[in-house]
């Protein structure tokens, strides 16, 4: 929509003409042209001269004023364009933010997913997350436990799928118990005896 026309251009060769007319009739005159141009109807001069004056100025006016629309409506489409193009331009730039966001949201997903085996038996924990507070609870690696028994697709050493994770879980802390015991007592210091002395020791004593 043209921007709505508030001047109306009157030339400096018009003084010629207006120079030919007294000052009230050219007081009526630039006042038809004003209205004429404001879409104000304007009643035809009684003057025959001031009438065929007042059709030559008013066609001029109305030339400009088809100019100016035109002009007005290329600067409101040139604006439409320009407006256009810097939202593609910032669409594209936020589709690319996105997607780099994106891309770093999957990379951290993925981190996070690492652990986990959608593949994984059904009794079967299916991330290191699932198991860790209960293998700490007993004292056990839940890092060991769990590379031991993902590297063996959760299968017992008899061959069968594991039902339990926790039971294997209390079984690696038995195992873990039991061997402690054992090294404790392997590291119990051993005494030698000398067959002789000793029988010696004993004989002295009866005596």
Known sequence: MAKEKVATLFYHDWLDLFGELSPEEVGLLTIALLKHDAGIEVPDFEDRSLRLLFKDLSGTVDRNRTAYNRKCERLAEAAKKREATRKAQLSQLCTIVGDSDS?????????????IDTDAPQNAPSSRAEIRSYCLEHKVDPDAFWDYYQARDWVLGNGRPMKDWKAAVRMWQKR??????????????????????????????KS
């Open 176 to 205: 873990d118990t039991q061997r402690v015991s054992n090294t404790h007592f392997q590291n119990f210091p051993q005494r030698t005896y000398d067959g002789d002395a000793l029988e010696d020791a004993l004989l002295r004593r």
């Open 103 to 115: 891309d770093s949201d999957s990379d951290s997903d993925s981190d996070r997913e690492s652990d």
